[in-house]
């Protein structure tokens, strides 16, 4: 039978997973550009979440904490060769309703596929996210000279896939450095 004590710790851990979920998902998919990919990353992560809850009372900030563990499962997949098998080939197409800038959000969507996995993490987290320079270099685990060098990097990776007209931020006019 479980205690009181581990029944109040499952629904501090089902409120805090509730309140986040949305803001998970939103990042996993901008991460992966695949819905259920994104609920598997979202899944993983709150699930290892779970296992440390107990261990969670000491961290200042939870949902960085979560936030960093779904950008690692993202990392980490990309690296296991399993991760590109599909067992049923292409995923069925959701139905969905259509949004404003479709197009725009499509082509976006696809160049951001073709960005290297890491580079691609920086600029969701830095652009889609608004983090500072300092709370991704944090989040990656590296220094904040290599979150904009790779910032860097991915606009011009996006630019090259976009074509010369598309209109991105330059480096040195983000918002917060």
């Known amino acids: 039978m479980a205690s009181a004590q581990h029944l109040q710790r499952d629904a501090e851990y ?15 998919f901008l991460l992966c550009g695949d819905a259920h990919r994104a609920d598997d990353l979202v899944q993983q992560a709150i699930t290892k979440l779970y296992v440390r809850w107990h261990r969670t009372r000491e961290i200042e900030r939870l949902d960085r904490y979560v936030r960093t563990m779904l950008v690692r499962e993202f990392l980490d997949e990309r690296r296991l060769s399993w991760a ?31 960005v290297p996995p890491r580079q691609r993490a920086v600029l969701v987290l830095r652009f889609l996210c608004d983090l500072p320079v300092d709370e991704v270099a944090e989040l990656l685990g590296c220094t904040a000279g290599t979150v ?30």
Not at 14 to 28: I, Y
Not at 149 to 174: K, M, N, V
């Open 14 to 28: 089902v409120d805090f997973v509730t309140g986040q979920l949305a803001p998970l998902r939103r990042t996993a």
């Open 84 to 114: 590109k098998v599909r067992l049923f080939g292409k995923t069925p197409d959701e139905a969905r309703q259509p949004e404003p800038n479709t197009d725009l959000r499509l082509v976006l969507r696809a160049a951001l596929a073709k």
């Open 148 to 177: 904009k060098s790779q910032t860097s990097h991915g606009l011009a990776a996006l630019r090259r896939h976009l074509g010369d007209e598309a209109f991105l931020p330059t480096p040195a006019l983000s918002r917060r450095a």
